[in-house]
């Protein structure tokens, strides 16, 4: 069994079923797992719950895809309906875009936090939010689904489980 696969990591828990629901089926070419994934994390034994957590969120809103944790330097903690390649390709972009948002925050926003960044293409939509200190959420949905709903249930979600999804800030070497 390849190492990357998540059925060989009994911290990710166990595997949920895609929905039934042939409305909610993604592109053919859009990469899709449905079991959680759960990447490399060095407080992985102290935080069991962040792939129920993300599969939840999925699950609730309709037509959403994907859910991943990530740093806000980038890197996966936990992600959703997403191979692990795509999942640290999304994690980038994700990043990338809460860092302008942040950027433009402080010039134009008198430097509020932000709260969230949504993209929306012809047929997708991925909606990034804070997730705590160091942390970010990121779904990804087809163009069905609500904006509106997604980013309130991301809101609840961070809401409740605040101090799980939080990422202590890594220094740079020699510090």
């Known amino acids: 069994m390849d190492s990357d696969d998540p059925a060989s990591d009994p911290a990710s828990g166990p595997a949920s079923e895609p929905r039934n629901d042939p409305g909610n089926d993604p592109p053919a070419d859009a990469p899709h797992r449905s079991a959680t994934e759960r990447l490399p994390d060095s407080s992985a034994e102290q ?10 969120l999925v699950e609730r809103v309709p037509h959403a895809r994907s859910a991943l944790l990530l740093s806000i330097d980038g890197l996966v903690r936990a ?3 997403l191979d692990r390649e795509t999942a640290e390709q999304l994690a980038a972009l994700a990043s990338g875009l809460h860092a302008l948002a942040r950027g433009a925050g402080a010039r134009f926003a008198e430097g509020g936090r932000v709260r969230q960044v949504v993209v929306e293409w012809e047929s997708a939509l991925l909606t990034v939010c804070t997730a705590g200190t160091g942390a970010c959420l990121a779904a990804l949905a087809d ?3 609500d904006v509106a709903v997604l980013g309130y249930e991301m809101t ?3 809401r409740s489980v605040r101090s799980v999804l ?3 800030l890594r ?3 020699g510090r």
């Open 79 to 81: 992600a959703h309906g």
């Open 47 to 56: 935080r069991p719950d962040l792939g129920r957590l993300l599969t939840g």
């Open 156 to 158: 609840l979600l961070v």
């Open 166 to 168: 939080e990422t202590p």
């Open 143 to 145: 163009r069905r689904a």
């Open 171 to 173: 220094l740079p070497a």
